[in-house]
């Protein structure tokens, strides 16, 4: 059998083939790298938010069971709190006659306090923290405890909380790990065990011989739960933004607020204080007689998340900055009624993160609170 030169490959079919396997190659390389690159953005979205949505998930979860155990109590003509006692028999010490009960008003030894952290921190004494944005603070039965004597009993009130704090990871890592990934906006979950819980103790200093300074009245107990670092827990890094809004349902808000639903009428300055009408405190004076004891039936909370690698290029650009500083917005978020909208402050910071080529996810929800039972009386 014979062989014909004709049935061989020449050299420039083989050229032509080995090229077309090259671009194939190529093409394939590409598809993979871009296939892979697309998994590990992916998997580093899915981590970095997954932390972010479970700490969501948390505080809707544990602030919509705030309560104030209120109850209807006896006050004086001015409105202030007094025992009940029987004026025609005896005064107590140090009361007058103008002292005497009147009327009855809503009463709770509990507390429910929201707004800038700043000025919540500032109020209770709180220091020595790089706090930003705002917080939420509240009494509920969450049942926490260290001490196993009270672990059979379920229920118990403990203080709760939610805050930003600015760390050094440095601090979040152990120290056999060298790698520095610099500052990073973390959110802080307040949980103080039940058998600390200082509440009543802050209520002591209504009376003349109790330890606690009536000055320190109003916010001792925040005081007592930030006071111990195991009460702190830093629960999601890259939180940018963290927004608590106090408010009534839109129909409700509607007829007490001009027709406005915006958020404004309970927490003008997003500041909301259920004891506001004793302690002077000066977010929300105008609507004080309105909180008195009260939980805001509504709470929005709006939380902005960035993943890792956005959250280190931030870190590596500005440093040790909150990032609503760094992004120019140090600000915003002052005003409830600038929240949403095409032109509000929420859609300011998203157009600047994109600016910035910032990965980040925005979780917004609003919390009922089930025991609030809102009443203008």
Not at 118 to 145: I, R, Y
Not at 309 to 324: F, H, M, N, V
Request: charged letters at 20%.
């Amino acid at each position: 059998m014979r062989l014909s030169w004709s049935s061989a490959f020449t050299l420039i079919e083989m050229l032509v083939g080995v090229a077309v396997m090259a671009l194939i190659m190529t093409l394939l390389f590409q598809v993979f790298s871009g296939t892979t690159d697309i998994w590990k953005n992916t998997t580093s979205k899915v981590g970095s938010f997954q932390s972010a949505r479970a700490a969501f998930e948390s505080i809707s979860r544990n602030l919509s069971q705030s309560t104030l155990q209120v109850y209807l109590g006896y006050a004086d003509s001015s409105g202030a709190p007094v025992p009940l006692f029987n004026p025609s028999f005896k005064l107590p010490a140090g009361m007058g006659r103008n002292q005497i009960p009147t009327q009855y008003l809503r009463g709770s030894e509990l507390h429910f306090v929201a707004g800038p952290t700043s000025d919540v921190f500032g109020d209770a004494g709180v220091s020595g923290l790089t706090a930003t944005g705002q917080c939420v603070f509240f009494q509920a039965p969450l049942g926490f405890v260290y001490d196993e004597l009270y672990k059979p009993y379920e229920g118990l009130v403990t203080c709760g909380g939610y805050y930003l704090e600015l760390i050094d990871t440095k601090d979040l890592q152990p120290s056999f790990i060298s790698s520095q990934r610099g500052y990073r906006s973390c959110l802080v979950e307040v949980l103080q065990p039940a058998e600390n819980n200082a509440i009543y103790d802050s209520t002591n200093a209504l009376n003349a011989n109790a330890p606690v300074a009536d000055s320190n009245y109003d916010l001792q107990w925040l005081r007592s739960a930030m006071s111990s670092k195991k009460s702190r827990h830093v629960v999601a890094e890259n939180i940018i933004l963290l927004v608590f809004l106090p408010k009534l349902a839109p129909i409700d808000e509607k007829a007490r607020n001009n027709g406005n639903a915006d958020g404004t009428f309970l927490a003008p300055s997003y500041a909301y204080d259920s004891r506001s009408w004793e302690s002077g405190y000066s977010g929300d004076g105008k609507v004080a007689p309105y909180t008195r004891n009260q939980l805001p039936p509504l709470v929005e909370v709006v939380m902005v998340a960035l993943d890792e690698r956005s959250a280190g290029r931030l870190a590596e650009k500005y440093g040790a900055q909150a990032p609503l500083s760094a992004l120019g917005m140090a600000s915003a978020f002052r005003d409830p009624a600038a929240l949403h909208g095409p032109s509000g402050d929420l859609a300011a910071l998203e157009t600047r993160l994109q600016s910035e080529n910032l990965t980040y996810r925005v979780f917004r929800s609003d919390v009922q609170i089930e025991g609030a039972k809102w009443s203008d009386d």
